[in-house]
């Protein structure tokens, strides 16, 4: 099977929704699709849509809603692809072999250079018959807590879909943030040493260090600030700290020895 990028990977992925009775769910599936870079949304049997609260739960994801498609069969659903993968709770005799979603997903990718897979989700009651599990080549199971296991239809499709994101860009999917960046360059070797005259003038003055006997507090301290790393405006916020400590406080009296 020849790569592909991991961009187009997640274009060939179908998110189906099957039987799904409550159109807030179909919104909330939409909004976990988009924000993991998918959008191909196949609703078979939906009981309500288009819905108003669809879209208000999509919450900027209304596109996906747009173009989803609406079928009237699962077998409808999947024609053109070429694996299809069911998620489901329950234990079945028949079928394929359950297989937890982080560990299948990666062998799933690997069939979109070939074509669309899809993933096949139940409704909210029952979730999927054995006669639509038996249509998917491959079954999914998230590693819920034993003693409550009831996933949510929105809450399900994002955890799939995270994983997918995860594994199309091999655990390290980009990050884009409109923020402006935290770091600054890091210190220049004389930026650093620059800092440590005032330091040592100050603790001096205070009376903090002894310059008769300094011990080794200035090494601890440059071991200190070594291990942080200072960046430009780490050095020159505590450069401004030492000068502002060095002035006089506002309204303090100075002393002066007249005689």
């Known amino acids: 099977m020849n790569p592909i990028s991991p961009i187009e990977m997640l274009g060939r992925i179908r998110v ?11 919104g909330a599936a939409a909004r976990a699709m988009k924000t993991m870079g998918l959008s191909r949304l196949t609703l078979v049997n939906p009981k309500q849509f288009p819905d ?16 989803a498609r609406i079928c009237s069969s699962l077998e409808e659903a999947l024609q053109g692809t070429v694996l299809a993968a069911a998620l489901s709770a329950r234990q079945r005799d028949l079928g394929p072999i359950p297989q937890p979603a982080r560990q299948a997903v990666p062998e799933l990718l690997q069939w979109t250079a070939q074509g669309d897979i899809a993933l096949v989700f139940g409704g909210e009651t029952s ?3 054995n006669a639509e599990v038996e249509q998917c080549q491959r079954l999914l199971t998230v590693p819920v807590n034993p003693d409550y296991g009831s996933l949510n239809l929105g809450a399900a499709v ?7 994101r995860q594994a199309a860009f091999d655990g390290a999917p980009p990050v884009s ?7 600054t360059p890091p210190a220049s070797h004389e930026e650093v040493e620059g800092f440590y005259a005032p330091l040592e003038r100050l603790m001096t003055a205070t009376v903090f260090l ?16 070594g291990r942080a790393a200072l960046e430009k405006d780490e ?12 002035k006089p406080l506002p309204g303090a009296k100075i002393n002066r020895d007249n005689s």
Do not use: W
């Open 177 to 183: 943030s409109l923020a402006t960046p935290f770091a």
């Open 52 to 67: 108003d609260e669809a879209t208000a739960r999509a919450s900027g994801a209304a596109d996906v809603l747009e173009h």
């Open 16 to 26: 189906v929704l099957c039987n799904t009775s409550h159109p807030g769910n179909i």
């Open 127 to 129: 979730g999927l018959t």
């Open 235 to 246: 050095i020159n916020i505590l450069r401004g700290i030492l000068a502002a400590a060095e």
């Open 158 to 164: 994002q955890v799939l879909c995270y994983e997918v």
């Open 210 to 225: 002894n310059p008769n006997s300094p011990r080794r507090l200035m090494p601890k301290l440059r071991r200190l600030f």
